[in-house]
């Protein structure tokens, strides 16, 4: 039987903040799982309960195994931008069969930033470069969104590094859309992370600065 209780997923592209995102959330008295050390935000605040799910998901394998994963899943924020990269739609799917009352809060970012940062940070970019990368991106983006469309599944889209300018907005969004969510400080996981405040809008303006994001010039063509 489906489970009815609500829960927020955090995906999109990568380097789009989802990490700090997720992170913010738990500030706030949400349940997140996955472990991160706070300072690199690469693949923090996954669960590792899952990775083989996406495993199977990105391989298009079957996913009837794990209704009983999705259906009983406690954590009530869930990030992972392998629901947009994965190359299907095979993971969100499986996920709204079985938790209907989901919600996405998808964080985008252009591919180009995406390409560099990826590459800036050591990890796998396509040797055939950019303009594969750019298409591929832009395909899997596109797909993911007219599923949700399709499936009339709520949805906000935040853009990288814009949504740092418009904290009000972004917690308004949090704060409604998301009603389930908790908004109340969690003192405990803010120290254990380096961030400081009292209250939503004071927790961001030590969370999140635009001017620390890195802008790679982008001269390359789309093949």
Not at 7 to 20: A, D, E, M, N, W
Not at 35 to 52: H, I, M, Q, V
Not at 82 to 97: K, P, R, S
Not at 142 to 169: C, G, N, Q, R
């Amino acid at each position: 039987m489906a489970n009815s209780a609500p829960l927020l997923i955090i995906t999109g592209t990568p380097r789009s903040s989802t990490t700090r995102m997720a992170a913010y959330c738990s500030f706030l008295g949400n349940s997140v799982a996955g472990k991160w050390d706070g300072r690199n935000d690469d693949r923090g605040l996954e669960d590792p309960a899952l990775s083989t799910f996406f495993i199977d998901a990105i391989a298009g394998d079957d996913l009837g195994g794990y209704q009983h994963l999705i259906e009983n899943y406690q954590s009530r924020v869930l990030k992972f931008p392998h629901f947009v990269t994965c190359g299907n739609t095979d993971a969100i799917n499986a996920w709204h069969t079985h938790r209907p009352n989901l919600k996405i809060l998808l964080m985008i970012r252009n591919p180009c930033q995406v390409y560099h940062s990826l590459a800036r940070s050591g990890m796998n970019v396509p040797r055939e470069g950019f303009g594969k990368f750019s298409k591929d991106l832009d395909s899997s983006l596109t797909h993911f969104i007219s599923f949700l469309d399709e499936k009339s599944i709520p949805y906000h889209k935040l853009v990288h590094a814009d949504f740092m300018d418009t904290p009000e907005e972004v917690i308004t969004i949090l704060g409604e859309s998301f009603a389930d969510l908790q908004l109340t400080p969690n003192i405990e996981i803010m120290r254990s992370r380096g961030a400081t405040g009292d209250n939503p809008r004071t927790i961001w303006d030590s969370w999140f600065d635009k001017t620390a994001v890195t802008h790679y010039k982008c001269h390359e063509k789309k093949e």
